[in-house]
């Protein structure tokens, strides 16, 4: 069963950075379409960001677009979301999932299997 851990979240000012981390044990990640959710309080499960197991393609949410980016290490078995210009509206919880029945980009939560125990972003002055 794959296990995933994130972390990197954390207090951050407006306009800062966070770069989290979705590690993966005991298996490889090479073959996982990964996608990176996050949910406010309040709110609905949101799709972030995600990359195709498939040709490493990826793609990012309106709301984050031109400000994250995902990113796979396949030596250290980890991918990345790098959030820059954070904003206030950016403070969730943020979860990584993966999926193998998929290879495609997606970020619509039903397809991915394995999710992490989130980390928290909290974006404020």
């Known amino acids: 069963q794959l296990q995933l851990v994130e972390s990197g979240g954390g207090l951050v000012q407006p306009g800062g950075s966070l770069r989290l981390s979705c590690a993966a044990s005991?298996?490889?990640?090479?073959?996982?379409?990964i996608g990176w959710f996050r949910q406010a309080p309040g709110k609905e499960r949101e799709g972030v960001s995600c990359l195709s197991s498939s040709d490493g393609s990826t793609y990012h949410a309106d709301s984050v677009k031109g400000r994250f980016t995902i990113s796979r290490d396949n030596d250290k078995n980890t991918v990345y979301l790098q959030m820059n210009s954070l904003k206030s509206e950016d403070t969730a919880v943020y979860y990584c999932?993966?999926?193998?029945?998929?290879?495609?980009?997606?970020?619509?939560?039903?397809?991915?299997?394995?999710w992490g125990q989130g980390t928290q972003v909290t974006v404020s002055s």
């Open positions: 999932a993966a999926t193998l029945t998929v290879s495609l980009c997606m970020l619509w939560a039903g397809p991915y299997e394995y």
């Open positions: 005991e298996e490889t990640l090479d073959y996982y379409s």
